[in-house]
């Protein structure tokens, strides 16, 4: 072959080698710093439920830590299958009235590698979906601690199903589905204030007063049986809760290390807040308390991680423990309601106080695809974020009610006092957390 023409076409093929290389480069819009972070995100959160196991394990009396572990547990199993049918579709589809999505990604049809411009442009559809399910996964979790040690499993595994489906799902698409109408009503909630804590604070709140108090409720002594537990669940739903909010940039760039920055900057100032409140009111600090304000901390900052600075992270920490505080030691006790392992108390005020700081500190300077909050000259911001607290509280009461009692004409809702008594851990699961091997009981030979 003449060599004139062997160099035009090797020309010619180099070109266009290089031009489908371009062209296949620019229709490729899924970045993969991106989705590995993303997916390092989902993986971190997932593990918060786990941890969210030990740390209310740990805070009941021992015959029913496995029945409490269990509640969190399963609800991994639950929820994985119920988002892939239909709990995605419900928050995340194309909006339908407003008010839910439509059912085009019934069983993830069509959730695969490309993206889904609509939430995240250089993620793949399906690692969106991934990092979401975390959070469907863990909020319903969240309500177990208000009814512990009473509630029949049968009822537990009902209830956590049509709760998902008809509070969390309608919710999620309400405040961050693209049309949801609190979305377009410019709420703010970065990460779950109202979608995660106060829903789930508000629905265990129901479920405690519709249930009733435990068995021998202020006259027994209901002291956490392993503080152990206590904190290294603690301390895995703090590393988890790095994922939670600095993921919820869906990008790995500046907003999400603000993220992580404020996330850790207002768990320390809530943990050293509630230190020296319990120091101040009951003269000795405890561990169990220095776990609590670290909590409370990470709910406060959820709503508000992508819109507010460390100094204003600092503020929203110290404030949110003295609020849990006397919710749980003073508002309890005086209305009377058991909620066993304060989840109202906790996720419920810390998640309410953290919407509203949101609106008072939220700053464009940070995020400018936020709002600027009342003390940037905002007031407006501040109002919306009150109506989103509202709604998001009585949609989840209301349905939480409604859920119970519907469950209540086909099953009993709590055990019997027999049940109480032994301890769910024998009753309901035919274990024991604790065996007395010495008796020679609890091994099989």
Same mark, same amino acid.
């Not at 547990?73 to 709990?87: A, D, K, M, P, Y």
């Not at 409370?296 to 505080?325: D, E, K, Q, R, W």
């Not at 392992?341 to 906790?346: E, H, I, R, T, V």
């Given at each position: 072959?003449?060599?004139?023409?062997?160099?035009?076409?090797?020309?010619?093929?180099?070109?266009?080698?290089?031009?489908?290389?371009?062209?296949?480069?620019?229709?490729?819009?899924?970045?993969?710093?991106?989705?590995?972070?993303?997916?390092?995100?989902?993986?971190?959160?997932?593990?918060?439920?786990?941890?969210?196991?030990?740390?209310?394990?740990?805070?009941?009396?021992?015959?029913?830590?496995?029945?409490?572990?269990?509640?969190?547990?399963?609800?991994?199993?639950?929820?994985?299958?119920?988002?892939?049918?239909?709990?995605?579709?419900?928050?995340?589809?194309?909006?339908?009235?407003?008010?839910?999505? =439509?059912?085009?990604?019934?069983?993830?049809? =069509?959730? =695969?590698?490309?993206?889904?411009?609509?939430? @995240?442009?250089?993620?793949?559809?399906?690692?969106?979906?991934?990092?979401?399910?975390?959070?469907?996964?863990?909020?319903?979790?969240?309500?177990?601690?208000?009814?512990?040690?009473?509630?029949?499993?049968?009822?537990?595994?009902?209830?956590?199903?049509?709760?998902?489906?008809?509070?969390?799902?309608?919710?999620? %698409?309400?405040?961050?589905?693209?049309?949801?109408?609190?979305?377009?009503?410019?709420?703010?909630?970065?990460?779950?204030?109202?979608?995660?804590?106060?829903?789930?604070?508000?629905?265990?709140?129901?479920?405690?007063?519709?249930?009733?108090?435990?068995?021998?409720?202020?006259?027994?002594?209901?002291?956490?049986?392993?503080?152990?537990?206590?904190?290294?669940?603690?301390?895995?739903?703090?590393?988890?809760?790095?994922?939670?909010? @600095?993921?919820?940039?869906?990008?790995?760039?500046?907003?999400?290390?603000?993220?992580?920055?404020?996330?850790?900057?207002? #768990? #320390?100032?809530?943990?050293?807040?509630?230190?020296?409140?319990?120091?101040? %009111? %009951?003269?000795?600090?405890?561990?169990?308390?220095?776990?609590?304000?670290?909590?409370?901390?990470?709910?406060?900052?959820?709503?508000?991680?992508?819109?507010?600075?460390?100094?204003?992270?600092?503020?929203?920490?110290?404030?949110?423990?003295?609020?849990?505080?006397?919710?749980?030691?003073?508002?309890?006790?005086?209305?009377?309601?058991?909620?066993?392992?304060?989840?109202?108390?906790?996720?419920?005020? *810390?998640?309410?106080?953290?919407?509203?700081?949101?609106?008072?500190?939220?700053?464009?300077?940070?995020?400018?695809?936020?709002?600027? *909050?009342?003390?940037?000259?905002?007031?407006?911001?501040?109002?919306?974020?009150?109506?989103?607290?509202?709604?998001?509280? @009585?949609?989840?009461?209301?349905?939480?009610?409604?859920?119970?009692?519907?469950?209540?004409?086909?099953?009993?809702?709590?055990?019997?006092?027999?049940?109480?008594?032994?301890?769910?851990?024998?009753?309901? %699961?035919?274990?024991?957390?604790?065996?007395?091997?010495?008796? =020679?009981?609890?091994?099989?030979?």
């Amino acid at each position: 072959m003449n060599k004139k023409y062997f160099s035009l076409l090797l020309f010619i093929a180099i070109f266009m080698c290089f031009s489908m290389s371009v062209f296949a480069e620019g229709e490729s819009k899924v970045d993969t710093g991106n989705t590995t972070f993303i997916l390092i995100c989902s993986a971190l959160v997932f593990i918060m439920t786990p941890g969210l196991a030990l740390f209310y394990g740990g805070m009941v009396r021992k015959k029913n830590v496995l029945n409490t572990m269990m509640n969190s547990f399963v609800i991994i199993g639950i929820i994985s299958i119920q988002w892939i049918l239909i709990g995605y579709t419900i928050a995340f589809g194309p909006d339908q009235y407003h008010l839910f999505g =439509g059912f085009e990604f019934f069983g993830f049809n =069509g959730v =695969g590698a490309e993206p889904n411009t609509d939430y @995240a442009a250089t993620i793949p559809h399906g690692a969106f979906a991934a990092y979401q399910l975390m959070f469907a996964i863990i909020t319903p979790a969240l309500i177990t601690g208000s009814f512990a040690e009473r509630m029949r499993f049968p009822a537990f595994l009902a209830f956590i199903v049509l709760w998902a489906t008809f509070v969390y799902d309608p919710l999620a %698409h309400w405040v961050w589905g693209v049309g949801g109408w609190l979305r377009n009503l410019g709420a703010l909630d970065f990460a779950g204030g109202n979608v995660v804590h106060i829903s789930s604070g508000i629905a265990g709140l129901t479920a405690a007063i519709v249930l009733g108090k435990r068995k021998g409720f202020r006259t027994t002594a209901m002291i956490p049986h392993n503080i152990p537990f206590v904190l290294l669940g603690a301390a895995i739903l703090w590393f988890g809760w790095f994922g939670f909010n @600095a993921g919820s940039a869906l990008e790995a760039n500046g907003l999400a290390v603000n993220a992580f920055v404020v996330t850790n900057t207002a #768990a #320390a100032a809530a943990l050293l807040s509630w230190v020296m409140v319990e120091w101040f %009111h %009951h003269g000795k600090p405890t561990l169990l308390g220095a776990v609590t304000g670290a909590v409370v901390g990470l709910v406060a900052i959820t709503p508000a991680a992508g819109f507010v600075n460390p100094l204003a992270a600092i503020i929203i920490g110290l404030v949110v423990s003295p609020l849990c505080y006397f919710a749980i030691s003073v508002l309890k006790p005086k209305l009377g309601y058991d909620d066993s392992l304060d989840a109202f108390g906790c996720h419920g005020i *810390g998640g309410i106080w953290g919407a509203l700081a949101t609106g008072l500190f939220a700053s464009k300077e940070v995020n400018p695809l936020g709002a600027d *909050g009342l003390f940037y000259g905002n007031a407006s911001l501040l109002l919306v974020q009150i109506i989103s607290v509202l709604v998001t509280a @009585a949609l989840s009461g209301v349905m939480t009610f409604m859920i119970l009692k519907f469950i209540a004409l086909f099953t009993k809702l709590r055990v019997d006092e027999k049940v109480e008594e032994e301890g769910l851990d024998t009753a309901q %699961h035919g274990e024991d957390a604790y065996p007395d091997f010495t008796a =020679g009981e609890g091994v099989t030979l």
